[in-house]
């Protein structure tokens, strides 16, 4: 269907000011051909639909895997600091395979740690190395 602006001044009203209309205007292959056939309505998504759809599932496909894989969080276990431990000993003790400062930064990343400071009693959740 088409809209068309068409000037239209009612006959008994002159105080408004006249201002154009819109007008539905029939067009399309069923007016050219004459029919008044109903036309079948098909479903078509918009661009930003479609990106909804496509970021629905990709979520579902991502926690699908990480359910399926393992979605532990990378997580390897955990410590309870014991009192007079440092997260450097624990580092250096946990994670033996890296260097003591990217492991000390790898814990405190996974632990959400603002600082080095750790207290007894502590639970501290070890990444994988």
């Known amino acids: 269907m088409s809209t068309a602006a068409v000037d239209y001044a009612p006959p008994a009203r002159h ?3 006249c201002r154009p209309r819109l007008v539905v205007v029939p067009s399309g292959p069923s007016v050219a051909s004459g029919s008044r056939v109903r036309a079948e309505r098909r479903l078509r998504p918009t661009p930003l639909g479609r990106l909804v759809v496509l970021v629905v599932v990709a979520g579902l496909a991502t ?3 990480l359910a399926a894989f393992g979605g532990s969080g990378g997580a390897r276990g ?3 600091v014991t009192p007079g431990e440092t997260l450097s000993q624990i580092a250096a003790h946990e994670l033996p395979g890296r260097s003591l400062d990217d492991a ?3 814990i ?3 632990n959400d740690l603002p600082n080095g400071q750790v207290q007894a009693g502590q639970v501290l959740v070890i990444p994988r190395g």
Request: proline share 7%.
């Open 15 to 17: 105080d408004a000011p």
């Open 63 to 65: 926690g699908l895997a």
């Open 104 to 106: 000390v930064a790898a």
């Open 108 to 110: 405190q990343l996974a």
């Open 78 to 80: 955990s410590v309870t």
